[in-house]
C-alpha cells in the first residue's frame, strides 16, 4: 500500500523531498463496535491508490481515544500499510494522559503526530485540563520534549471562530512551527483563494511550512450546513446556488465532485505540497475525484 520511499519515513520529509504533490487520507475512529466495519471498508477501498500518508482522528473521551489509537494501530501494523499519523489533541487530558497516548503510539511504530487543540466535548468556551495544556503551541513541544516525532498542525484558511483575525492565526501557525512542527493540514476550504492568501501570510511572516491542503467533496445537498459549520464560513454563494438548483441527487453529486476537482486543480496550479482528502469513512467520491486528478496531473 505504501509506495514512499523509506528514506521519507517522516511526512515533514516527504513534503520536503518527494519532488511531487502528496496525498493523504484521514478517517475518524468508529464510535462503536457495530461502526467498525464501515471504517475497515473505506480502508480496504482506498488501500489500492497508495496514499502517501493515513491518519484517524481523535476523540478527547475515553472510549473514542482508545478506538483512535486502536485503529491507527491496526493501520500501523500492517504489512506494506502506509505511513501513519496519530493524531492527539489536548482536550480534558491531563498530561500524563497525552505522554500515555504517545507511549501507545511509539509502539505500534508511529512517530508523525498532528498536534491540535481540538474542541470541548459538546462545544462551549474553552477550558484546559488542570493537568494539562492551554493550547496546540504547548502540545507541539510536548510532543517534541516526550521523543523524537515528526510534529503536524492545523491551519485556517478562514479566521479561527474564537478569533476571527487571520493574521493572528498566522501569528499562531509560525508560533506553532517555532516549538517545533514541520507541517501544517488545513481546515476544510472550498476556494482556493483562502488558501492562497494564508500561504502568503505565513510567507510574510518568514514561515514556509509546508501547508497541506484539506478537501472534502460534497455530494448530498444536506452536507451544506454541515460543511458550512466545519469550514467555519458559509460555502461560496454560486457554489451553493449551483447545488439547490440541481433537479435530482444525481446532479447534486456531480457538481459537487465537479467543484472538489476544480479547487484540486486550482490548488495545485498554486503550489500546494499536497492534499488531504477527510474521507468521512467512505471512499467513492475520494476515488472519482482522484481518479479525474491522475488524469491531468502527476500526483502521487
Known sequence: ML?????LASVGRLLAEAGRPSFSFEFFPPRSEDEEPILWRAVESLAPL????????YGANGSRRDRTIAATRRIAEAAGGPLTVGHLTCVAQSRHE???ALAAYREAGVT?????RGDMPGGGEWEAHPDGLRNATELVRFVKEEGDFCVGVAAFPHPHETSDDASLDAEILAAK???GA?????????EAEPYAALVERMAGLGCRVPIVAGIMPLTVISQIERFALLSGRDLP?????????????????????????????DLLALGAPGLQFFTQNRSKATR?????????????
Open 3 to 7: 509506495h514512499t520511499d523509506a528514506r
Open 50 to 57: 497508495e496514499p502517501d500518508f493515513v491518519s484517524v482522528t
Open 98 to 100: 497525552l505522554a500515555e
Open 112 to 116: 508523525n503526530i498532528l498536534a491540535i
Open 177 to 179: 512551527v517555532e516549538a
Open 182 to 190: 514541520e507541517f501544517a493540514i488545513t481546515q476544510l476550504f472550498f
Open 237 to 265: 454563494a454560486d457554489l451553493v446556488g449551483r447545488l439547490r438548483a440541481a433537479g435530482s441527487k444525481e446532479e447534486v453529486r456531480r457538481i459537487g465532485l465537479e467543484s472538489a476537482v476544480t479547487l484540486c486543480r
Open 288 to 300: 472519482e475525484v482522484l481518479a479525474t486528478l491522475r488524469g491531468d496531473v502527476a500526483v502521487g
